[in-house]
C-alpha cells in the first residue's frame, strides 16, 4: 500500500471533459471505459471543465451550459454511477480558481507557451493570433483542476500528456518552494517527505489516441469526425461508412494500419474474427472496405446499446442531471477546500476557516 492509500482510504484520481461538444468513441476508449472500471476501487471526481469551454467558445455559452450537461447525460449514459464517483462543475469550484492565480506563479511564462498541446489546438483550431489571454491560462487551470483534488492518477488521452507534465511540475514545484521537499526527491515520495501534493500519474486508456472518421486527425468533439456516444444506429452506420482509406477494391492488398482497422481492432470483440479480417484485407483476398464497414459499425452498434437504455432515463430530465452535479459540487468542494486550506498555510498567506455550502 502506498503512503496516500494509508492517508487517505482509497487513492483518489480526477479527470474530466471540457464541453466543447458532446462525447464520442475517442473518450470512451482513451479515459471514460477506464473511469468505470476504477469506481469501486478508487475515490473518483470527474470534472466538467465548463471555464475552459469559454477560451474557444465565448459568444456560444449557451451551447457550453447544453453540453456540460450533455456531457453527464454521456457519463451516466456510459456507467459512470452518481453514488460512486462525484460528478461536478469547475466553475462552482472557488478554490480552482485561487489556486490557478498561485500556480500561474509556479510557472515560467515560456514553459506554459511551449507546451504542446496548446500549440496543435491552436493550429487545428485556426486561433491564429486571435486567441485570448485566458487560452494559455487554462493550461494553467488545468493544474489547478487536477491538483485541488490531490490525485494519485489522471485516467486521460495521449494529447493530454503534456499538460500531465506540466501539472507534475507545479506538485514537484510546490512541494519544493513551500513544504521543503527536497529537490531531488523521488516523485512517489513527495507526500512521505512533507509535500502537500503527490506527483500524478497519466493512466493512458486502452487506445491513447482514436482517430476520427475523417482518418486524418485524433477522434475530436469540435472537428467534425466523431462518432457520438449519443448517435442512433442509422447515424453510426452513416459515420462508419465515410471511413476513407483510399483502396479501390476488394482483391487490392489492403493496408491493416489504416484507420479503419484500428475501429476493427478497437471495437470487434471477437478477437479470432480480428485476425481473420486483418489476414484478409492484408492479402485482398475479396475481401471489401464496404463489408469490413458493416461488422465495425455493428460493433460499435453494440458496445452503444446498453448506453442508449441507460439514457433513456435522462433524456429531457435535465433536472434529474442537475441534481446529480450539484449533489457532485457539493463534494468536490469539500476535498479543494481542505487542499486550498493546506495550500495557503503552506506558502503563508493568512486566512480563516471557511465553509461552502448551497442554500
Ligand atoms: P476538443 O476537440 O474540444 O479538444 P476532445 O474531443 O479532444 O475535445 P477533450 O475534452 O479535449 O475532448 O478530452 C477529454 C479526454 O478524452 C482527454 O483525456 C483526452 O485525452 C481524451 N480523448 C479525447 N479524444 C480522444 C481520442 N480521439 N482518443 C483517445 N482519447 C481521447
Ligand atoms: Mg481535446
Same mark, same amino acid.
Given at each position: 500500500?502506498? $503512503?496516500?492509500?494509508? !492517508? #487517505?482510504?482509497?487513492?483518489?484520481? %480526477? $479527470?474530466?471533459?471540457?464541453?466543447?461538444?458532446?462525447?464520442?468513441?475517442?473518450?470512451?476508449?482513451?479515459?471514460?471505459?477506464?473511469?468505470?472500471? @476504477?469506481?469501486?476501487?478508487?475515490?473518483?471526481?470527474?470534472?466538467?471543465?465548463?471555464?475552459? /469551454?469559454?477560451? $474557444?467558445?465565448?459568444?456560444?455559452?449557451?451551447?457550453?451550459?447544453?453540453?456540460?450537461?450533455?456531457?453527464?447525460?454521456?457519463?451516466?449514459?456510459?456507467? !459512470?454511477?452518481?453514488?460512486? +464517483? &462525484?460528478?461536478?462543475?469547475?466553475?462552482? !469550484?472557488?478554490?480552482?480558481?485561487? %489556486?490557478?492565480?498561485?500556480?500561474?506563479?509556479?510557472?515560467?511564462?515560456?514553459?506554459?507557451?511551449?507546451?504542446?498541446?496548446?500549440?496543435?489546438? !491552436?493550429? %487545428?483550431?485556426?486561433?491564429? #493570433? $486571435?486567441?485570448?489571454?485566458?487560452?494559455? @491560462?487554462?493550461?494553467?487551470?488545468?493544474?489547478?483542476?487536477?491538483?485541488?483534488?490531490?490525485?494519485?492518477?489522471?485516467?486521460?488521452?495521449?494529447?493530454?500528456?503534456?499538460? @500531465?507534465?506540466?501539472?507534475?511540475?507545479?506538485?514537484?514545484?510546490?512541494?519544493?518552494?513551500?513544504?521543503?521537499?527536497?529537490?531531488?526527491?523521488?516523485?512517489?515520495? =513527495?507526500?512521505?517527505?512533507?509535500?502537500?501534493?503527490?506527483?500524478?500519474?497519466?493512466?493512458?486508456?486502452?487506445?491513447?489516441? %482514436?482517430?476520427?472518421?475523417?482518418?486524418?486527425?485524433?477522434?475530436?468533439?469540435?472537428?467534425?469526425?466523431?462518432?457520438?456516444? +449519443?448517435?442512433?444506429?442509422? #447515424?453510426?452506420?452513416?459515420?462508419?461508412?465515410?471511413?476513407?482509406?483510399?483502396?479501390?477494391?476488394? &482483391?487490392?492488398?489492403?493496408?491493416?494500419?489504416?484507420?479503419?482497422?484500428?475501429?476493427?481492432?478497437?471495437?470487434?470483440?471477437?478477437? +479470432?474474427?480480428?485476425?481473420?479480417?486483418?489476414?484478409?484485407?492484408?492479402?485482398?483476398?475479396?475481401?471489401?472496405?464496404? =463489408?469490413?464497414?458493416?461488422?465495425?459499425?455493428?460493433?460499435?452498434?453494440?458496445?452503444?446499446?446498453?448506453?442508449?437504455?441507460?439514457? +433513456?432515463?435522462?433524456?429531457?430530465?435535465?433536472?434529474?442531471?442537475?441534481?446529480?452535479?450539484?449533489?457532485?459540487?457539493?463534494?468536490?468542494?469539500?476535498?479543494?477546500? /481542505? &487542499?486550498?486550506?493546506?495550500?495557503?498555510? =503552506?506558502?503563508?498567506?493568512?486566512?480563516?476557516?471557511?465553509?461552502?455550502?448551497?442554500?
Amino acid at each position: 500500500m502506498s $503512503t496516500l492509500d494509508a !492517508i #487517505e482510504g482509497k487513492p483518489r484520481i %480526477l $479527470t474530466g471533459d471540457t464541453p466543447t461538444g458532446q462525447l464520442h468513441l475517442g473518450h470512451w476508449v482513451g479515459s471514460v471505459k477506464r473511469r468505470v472500471s @476504477l469506481q469501486d476501487s478508487h475515490d473518483c471526481y470527474f470534472i466538467i471543465a465548463n471555464m475552459h /469551454a469559454y477560451t $474557444t467558445r465565448l459568444a456560444k455559452s449557451d451551447e457550453i451550459k447544453r453540453d456540460s450537461i450533455a456531457i453527464v447525460r454521456d457519463y451516466l449514459a456510459m456507467g !459512470i454511477d452518481p453514488e460512486k +464517483a &462525484t460528478i461536478f462543475l469547475q466553475s462552482e !469550484i472557488p478554490a480552482i480558481a485561487e %489556486l490557478t492565480f498561485l500556480f500561474a506563479m509556479l510557472l515560467p511564462f515560456n514553459r506554459v507557451m511551449r507546451n504542446p498541446t496548446l500549440k496543435t489546438e !491552436i493550429e %487545428l483550431k485556426g486561433l491564429g #493570433e $486571435t486567441y485570448s489571454f485566458g487560452f494559455p @491560462l487554462y493550461a494553467v487551470g488545468q493544474t489547478a483542476d487536477i491538483l485541488a483534488f490531490r490525485p494519485v492518477g489522471v485516467p486521460v488521452g495521449e494529447d493530454q500528456v503534456p499538460h @500531465l507534465e506540466m501539472t507534475r511540475e507545479v506538485a514537484r514545484r510546490f512541494n519544493q518552494v513551500f513544504c521543503a521537499v527536497d529537490e531531488h526527491c523521488e516523485d512517489e515520495d =513527495h507526500v512521505r517527505l512533507g509535500g502537500v501534493f503527490p506527483v500524478p500519474r497519466a493512466e493512458i486508456g486502452e487506445v491513447g489516441r %482514436l482517430m476520427g472518421i475523417d482518418g486524418v486527425n485524433k477522434m475530436s468533439k469540435s472537428l467534425n469526425n466523431a462518432i457520438f456516444i +449519443a448517435d442512433d444506429p442509422k #447515424e453510426v452506420e452513416k459515420k462508419v461508412k465515410k471511413i476513407f482509406t483510399g483502396r479501390q477494391s476488394p &482483391t487490392e492488398p489492403g493496408d491493416t494500419n489504416n484507420v479503419l482497422f484500428q475501429y476493427v481492432r478497437t471495437f470487434i470483440t471477437d478477437k +479470432a474474427r480480428v485476425a481473420e479480417l486483418e489476414e484478409k484485407y492484408a492479402k485482398g483476398d475479396n475481401i471489401g472496405d464496404g =463489408h469490413v464497414k458493416l461488422e465495425v459499425a455493428a460493433a460499435v452498434n453494440e458496445l452503444l446499446a446498453p448506453m442508449r437504455e441507460r439514457r +433513456a432515463k435522462y433524456e429531457g430530465r435535465d433536472d434529474l442531471v442537475l441534481e446529480i452535479l450539484k449533489a457532485g459540487c457539493e463534494r468536490a468542494n469539500k476535498v479543494a477546500e /481542505a &487542499t486550498l486550506e493546506r495550500v495557503k498555510h =503552506h506558502a503563508n498567506l493568512v486566512s480563516w476557516p471557511r465553509r461552502l455550502s448551497y442554500m
